[in-house]
Each structure stands twice: as C-alpha cells, then as structure tokens.
C-alpha cells in the first residue's frame, strides 16, 4: 500500500479487507435487487427516469441497462450480464444472482481464514465439471417439433410477462420463426419486423404473414382498400431532380425556357407511364396494383398514378424493401428499364389503417412468406415496451433452441441435479481445501431453486430438501411454483435454453473469480492525477 503511496501521493488505495468487502457488498446489493425479478412469480421493477419517464419491467437487461450503477465492482457485473444477453438473448437475472451466490459462498469460507485462491481453484474445478455434466444432462430435439418449440418460448415469455398474455404470445412467436426459416440457411431474425400502434389492449397483439409499414399513400384519390394485387418494389426516382454539378442554361426566349422545362419534367414522366404501362399490361379483371418505392415520388406522379387507380408509397425504409421481396415474392428493380411482370410480387390485400395522425398499411395474404411482421398494440408506452422486450427474448429463444438442437430441463431442476453431481462425484475426485470451493460452488447453484421458492411464497429450505430427496430417488424434477412441491418438468413442458445454461456457467464463475482475487482496489489511473 505505501509503495503506491511513494509512487503517487494523491492516490486513494482500499487494501485487501476492504477491497474484498467492497467486492462481496456489491456483487450481494445488485444479488438483492434482482432477486424478487426472477421465475413467473417475481415482481416487477418501475424505473423513473430524470425527466419522469416511467418503464415497468421484469427483464434483467433492460433494469441493468436502464438503472444508473456507481459502484465499479456493481457496474463490471452489470456489464456482464448485458454481454449475456447480446449473446444469448437471456439469462441476465440468472447471471447476476449466481455471481451473487457464489460471492456469499466465498464469504462463509474467508471468514474462517480460507485463501481465496483455494476457492478460485475450486470453483475452476467446479466449472469444467458442471459443463460436462450439462453435456449428459441436456435433451436432443427435432427441430422440426412445433410442441418443443412452444414450450421453450412459453418459459421464456412467462418469466416477462402476466400468464394469459404470455401464452397467446408464445404461438405468436414460433409461427414468426418457423415462416422466416430456410432449410439448410442461418436464421435472420431480422426479416421479423417488430411494429407497434398504441391502439386497443395488449390481447390484440397479432401475427400477419405479410408486412406493416409505418405511412400509407401521399394522395387523397388513391384507393384505400385493394385486393388481388400485384406489388411493384423499386428504387426509382419518380420526382423531379437537380443536377448534382452545377450547370448553367442559357436561354434566349421563353420558348427555349419553356421547351427546357416541359424535357425535364419528360425524363419523369416517362418513367411513370412506363409503370402504368406494365400495370395495364398485367392486370386483368378484379386485380390492382401496388408501386413501393424507395425513393420519392413527387405530386405530379402521385397524380398520374391515383388517375390509373395504382396505390403509390414513397421512401419505404431499405429493411422493408427487402422484407418485401421475401414475403410478396418478386425482386426489387433499381431502373425503369428492368420493369417487367417477372419483377413483380403478390399479395391477396393491401389496405391502408388511420390511427390519429399515423397512418399504416398492411399488405397481407402473401404466397409462401419468409418475412412477417408482428403488431404489437397496447394502451400505454411503457405496455407496448414490455411487450416488446420480451418478444425479442421469445424470438432468441426459439432461434437458440433450433441452433443448438437441443434444451434443458427448467424449473431448477438443472441446478439441483449439478448441485448433486458436484456433491456426489467431482467432490471425491479433488483432494485437499479445493474441495471447499466445490461445496461453494454446489451451494451457489442451489441458490436459484432457492429464489423461485421464496419468490413463489415458499420455504427455501424446505422446497430445496424435497427436490433433493426426489432427485435422490433417481427423478429429474423441478419445482411446482404452484404448489411449493417437486414435478417433472417434462410433463409441465417447462424447458430452457441449452446456450443459455451454457454461457452463464462458464461466464459467472469467471467474474466472480476474478472480484475474489482483487487484493487491492488503487484510484491512483492516469486520468486521476489532478483530482
């Protein structure tokens, strides 16, 4: 401590005791904030912000990226949970606990004087073992078994959201994954366009194998309601431009002018007859026509266009544009000479919603979509935002299961059976005080069984001794947050991610790890030294 002292006296330096204390406290404090987060039966957080803004949420990620954490120790944690999610789409809360529970356990030991590089080699040992165990432990799925499926995103969306809304989103979610997928192709989550309207309650939420776009059609004679239509994507220009060097024209009477004019306005104009032109050509008896455009249409065109009955959108975002050619079929044309009937696409409808100001159309009964779009609807911001959350994690959720191949058994009942194993097995494997870190370890991972009990209204220890001894009798089983008592998680289709369970064994340990082997905490860092 005085070496830094004589290296740099304004520096502020917290010796082991304290920096090992300041260590535990945090990894405890953020342990206790999340803790009633956890399960379907946990509480809800509402976030106030500066300005006032409130955000109620369940979801570990948004609480850790929205709460405002000063303590470093607090703020490295945080950071890695956040990374869980980035990675996985979930697990944040688990994360954050189980750093948490292995820092309590530690603590018990250095209490009776036990060096925390003994506990860190038992933890590593701890690790591998849990891994491996995870290996034997985890289910091989079809991929192509819809029930599965359901029951992954079931478990995912109930731990965010109230049961009867989870359970309608949980359909919502597989159909949108399983219409985006391509044999033999990664999974793009992306061609899942999220939209939301605060309009109705949130039970209106629905899924429409087609696409929403946030306008509708710029002039008033447009048609609003269409049906049997063929969709044109493009990027043309169909407005007047600028040259984009300067150039002068000189002109010697108003004719000329006048001649310059009406052969600028032509190049446009041109351009539109040639899609009037194709949809005369393409459309019989009963059907219409759609243009979507990337770039601007000016009055005049949205004039000609309206007068031919041919609905006209301009400046559509580029992810919709691609959207579009998955869902309606067709590709998009990028000039007035590609414009043939092969470029088109269909949809069975095209309507057009007012909402207030917005305006939204819906373009639906496509053939064979690989794009989709999910509407959200909700009476109040912070409904919407919740929603949304946790579809994104309903939709990773079915992404990792299809990825992996494979799920583990929820409940807890993961944990009680590595817990068991360590005790059991890895435990007269090591000899020597790195056994304690194993016992640490077997404890830290009985801490989340533990939580769902006491979240569920439940004796933790109780709850615990029954999973035991029914594990014991050679049962996989999870807890009942119902009844307090074990079930078979099976049975109840309560399964969680295998790349989930993965990620927060091996990253976990690793941070708590490293926080037991801080000895000194130094505020001595460049950008410190005129403080």
């Not at 939301?196 to 039970?203: I, L, S, Y």
């Not at 919603?353 to 959200?376: A, M, W």
């Amino acid at each position: 401590m005085t070496s830094v002292k004589t290296l740099n006296p304004k520096a502020e330096v917290m010796g082991r005791g304290a920096a090992l204390f300041m260590n535990i406290n945090a990894a405890k404090g953020l342990h206790d904030v999340m803790k009633t987060n956890l399960g379907p039966k946990g509480t809800i957080k509402m976030l106030v912000g500066g300005a006032g803004d409130i955000k109620l949420t369940k979801d570990g990620n948004v609480l850790l990226r929205e709460m405002q954490i000063q303590n470093p120790t607090a703020v490295m944690i945080a950071r890695t949970a956040v990374a869980q999610d980035d990675i996985t789409g979930d697990g944040t809360t688990s994360t954050v606990l189980f750093i948490g529970e292995l820092m309590k356990q530690a603590e018990r030991y250095l209490g009776e004087g036990l060096h925390p590089r003994v506990i860190v080699e038992g933890f590593e040992t701890a690790k591998k073992a849990t891994l491996l165990f995870l290996e034997t432990f985890k289910d091989k799925i079809k991929t192509t078994d819809r029930e599965v499926l359901l029951c992954v995103a079931r478990t995912s969306l109930r731990t965010k959201l109230y049961q009867d809304l989870a359970d309608q989103l949980t359909d919502i979610v597989v159909d949108a994954v399983l219409t985006i997928r391509k044999e033999d192709e990664p999974l793009d989550l992306y061609m899942v366009e999220i939209m939301h309207m605060k309009h109705k309650m949130d039970k209106d939420t629905r899924l429409i194998k087609g696409l929403v776009l946030d306008h509708g059609a710029r002039h008033p004679d447009m048609p609003k309601h269409m049906e049997n239509c063929h969709i044109l994507t493009c990027n043309i220009s169909l407005e007047y431009e600028k040259s984009e060097v300067n150039s002068g024209f000189f002109y010697s009477s108003a004719e000329q002018r006048e001649k310059l004019v009406a052969a600028e306005r032509q190049v446009t104009d041109d351009r539109v007859q040639k899609v009037i032109d194709l949809k005369r050509k393409v459309c019989q008896n009963g059907e219409s026509f759609v243009v979507i455009n990337q770039k601007g249409i000016d009055p005049l065109s949205l004039d000609l266009l309206a007068k031919e009955g041919i609905l006209g959108l301009r400046r559509a975002k580029k992810r919709n544009m691609e959207r579009l050619s998955l869902a309606c079929g067709g590709f998009a044309i990028n000039s007035a000479e590609e414009l043939s009937p092969d470029c088109l696409g269909y949809a069975g409808k095209v309507y057009e919603h007012v909402l207030g100001e917005d305006k939204y159309t819906f373009v639906q009964d496509v053939r064979n979509p690989t794009s989709c779009t999910v509407l959200i609807k909700g009476p109040a911001d912070h409904t919407l935002a919740q929603i949304k959350d946790a579809i994104r994690d309903g939709l990773r959720a079915v992404k990792n299961t299809l990825d992996d191949g494979a799920m583990v058994l929820g409940a807890g009942a993961f944990e009680v059976a590595a817990a068991h194993n360590l005790m059991e097995n890895t435990r007269k494997t090591v000899e020597g005080r790195a056994k304690l870190g194993i016992e640490a370890f077997a404890q830290a991972l009985l801490g989340i069984p533990k939580i769902l009990a006491e979240n569920s209204g439940y004796d933790a220890q109780e709850t615990i001794i029954k999973l035991q001894e029914e594990y014991e009798r050679g049962s996989k089983v999870g807890l009942d947050i119902s009844t307090g008592e074990p079930l078979d998680p099976r049975m109840a289709g309560i399964f969680d991610n295998y790349l989930v369970k993965k990620q927060v064994i091996q990253s976990a340990p690793v941070i708590a790890s490293q926080l037991l082997l801080v000895d000194e905490v130094m505020r001595a860092g460049v950008g410190m030294r005129g403080k």
